[in-house]
């Protein structure tokens, strides 16, 4: 087991620090695994290798937020150069569109806040792709032109400007679009023609939406910076805690398996709980504990459950053990 290094890539001896993220892990239609980074583009793997691609070596941007393949088998990658089109020769960028950044105070917390940079991606069942930006709100693309929406939503900040960060993008089984927001935005619905607002009077923790998740019996789950978690039943929002400290997990992702069990991860130092059907308990696994700061999970066609995260962090488990990645990612 290894890295293949393309062309124009070098690997480095530096160890990882608390900007090496693991932002997305994701299955690919050929069962090859894909791990979006903050610092070192993408990695695939396919059972026996890892392979990097980068800016050297093509790749629109080296921070990569999301991955999705469409439904033409084409890779989408969220980038802080903007969405990045990948036919498995060639990358191909295509801006976001222009926000205005004539602020001192943007200038001041640029490239922390830049709306240059995709956070989420989503195609939906009609074939468009709905694009989260950092802090320049929503954006629709169709293959050709892009709409833009949800930029005035959350709180007004120093500038008097809202800079809305989108944080989660999910389609639910009637084709409603949810959009969370990470600037006190709360979420919003997209029913097909207009925009439905589930504010902080739902219940939805500060309204700073860390995720938002459907699950196979169609709750909604939403997770908050400070808050909490929250599910929705098509009516409201219930909070739920975890079981062990009843306390409130803040900044969860969640993910569910092929047999059913739900796992939420905190990307607060927090560790990774399984669902158990009232509530959430921390896995117990040896090593477990060493799952912190948890920021993606997703299953491979072997039927294991990989959990990435800050500091590089890449594990397996495989229903029995769990094995760490995270540098042999890395090894040539």
């Not at 690997?11 to 791990?35: C, E, Q």
Request: net charge negative; charged share 20%; with cysteine.
């Amino acid at each position: 087991m290894g890295v293949i290094v393309l062309p124009g890539y070098s690997t480095s001896s530096r160890p990882y620090n608390s900007g090496d993220v693991i932002y997305k892990a994701y299955l690919d239609h050929a069962g090859n695994m894909w791990f979006a980074s903050s610092q070192e583009g993408v990695y695939r793997y396919d059972g026996n290798e890892f392979v990097n691609f980068n800016t050297e070596n093509g790749l629109c941007g080296s921070e990569v937020t999301d991955i999705i393949e469409d439904k033409d088998g084409f890779f989408w990658f969220g980038t802080d150069s903007g969405l990045c089109r990948f036919d498995g020769q060639n990358f191909h960028t295509i801006p976001l569109p222009d926000y205005p950044k004539q602020s001192e105070w943007l200038d001041r917390y640029y490239p922390m806040i830049n709306p240059e940079v995709v956070s989420q991606l989503l195609q939906d069942k009609n074939g468009n792709f709905w694009i989260g930006s950092n802090c320049g709100g929503l954006h629709v693309f169709d293959g050709k032109t892009f709409q833009s929406y949800l930029q005035e939503k959350g709180n007004l900040m120093p500038d008097s400007m809202y800079h809305n960060c989108i944080s989660a993008i999910v389609e639910d089984k009637n084709g409603h679009i949810w959009i969370g927001s990470f600037s006190h935005g709360g979420i919003s619905e997209y029913d097909g023609g207009n925009f439905i607002h589930h504010s902080l009077d739902d219940g939805i923790g500060d309204g700073m939406i860390s995720s938002i998740y459907i699950d196979s019996k169609d709750n909604i789950w939403a997770g908050t910076r400070n808050g909490g978690i929250y599910r929705f039943d098509g009516h409201s929002f219930v909070p739920l805690h975890d079981l062990g400290s009843n306390k409130l997990i803040p900044m969860a992702k969640f993910f569910g398996d092929s047999r059913g069990t739900l796992w939420m991860s905190s990307y607060a130092r927090g560790g990774v709980y399984p669902f158990n059907g009232e509530g959430f308990q921390p896995f117990l696994a040896k090593n477990s504990e060493k799952l912190l700061d948890v920021m993606c999970m997703a299953e491979d066609k072997e039927g294991h459950i990989w959990f990435g995260g800050r500091y590089g962090l890449l594990w397996r488990y495989d229903g029995s053990k769990l094995e760490d990645f995270t540098k042999v990612k890395r090894e040539e």
